[in-house]
């Protein structure tokens, strides 16, 4: 049972298209982070959403965390090459730390 | 910014040699790190939470003898896969939690592509 379900998996898009994915759940996470993963790195921290409601913008991302703190999504508006990634999005549920993560969005911008 | 790093980058051994890579918090303490398995494509699985000065927590399916977990000090955790087989080939990563702030995110080291032939 995949307790943090995001979609879509994969994303092929040509550049200046947006395109969000989701993240959904029924449990309810005190914060939920966005990560962004490039071939043969760790992942790199775009966003920590915490409160319910809340919406933060980084350049031409967009992030939401829902009102219930169960689901959150990621817009991208113009997308560019330079945002071709694994995008991931992982949930904290007040245990001890750890996180759990979604499946994963493997986004491809195409020039 | 909090930084993790992580050693070695790139591992490639012989079946049956035992590999050991570590996860240091350069500026910042970390009571708890975490250790990861990540397949190409996919998401990153927990598979054991490194508690300092106690024994590891193992996810379900994770075999404790096969991955060894040592949290010595405050800012090193180090997982040794032991008598590793191709199977065990994989990219490992860690991450770290400041210990003194709360609501903190976790930080990821660079991981570590360990290929066993």
């Known amino acids: 049972t995949q307790l943090l379900e995001q979609s879509p998996q994969f994303l092929s898009i040509q550049e200046g298209e947006n395109l969000t994915v989701y993240c959904n759940s029924s449990s309810v996470f005190s914060s939920l982070q966005w990560y962004r993963q490039e071939p043969g790195e760790g992942p790199v921290l775009l966003v920590t959403v915490v409160t319910g409601g809340e919406v933060k913008k980084l350049k031409r991302l967009t992030f939401q965390f829902g009102d219930a703190r169960k689901d959150s999504s990621l817009h991208i508006t113009a997308a560019q090459p330079g945002d071709t990634g694994l995008y991931l999005c992982?949930?904290?549920?007040?245990?001890?730390?750890?996180?759990?993560f979604g499946q994963g969005t493997e986004l491809s911008v195409k020039p | 910014g909090a930084v993790v790093s992580q050693h070695p980058s790139w591992v490639i051994c012989k079946s049956g040699t035992s590999v050991k890579i570590e996860c240091r918090s350069l500026?910042?303490?970390?009571?708890?790190m975490f250790w990861y398995r990540q397949f190409p494509k996919q998401s990153l699985m927990l598979m054991a939470t490194s508690n300092e000065g106690s024994k590891a927590t193992y996810e379900q399916g994770v075999e404790k003898d096969k991955f060894l977990i040592n949290h010595a000090s405050l800012t090193l955790s180090t997982l040794t896969v032991t008598s590793a087989h191709p199977e065990d080939s994989s990219f490992y990563i860690c991450s770290a939690r400041d210990r003194t702030v709360s609501n903190q995110p976790q930080h990821f080291g660079d991981g570590t592509r360990l290929s066993i032939l």
């Open positions: 992982a949930g904290d549920r007040n245990q001890g730390g750890k996180l759990i």
């Open positions: 500026d910042f303490q970390a009571t708890t």
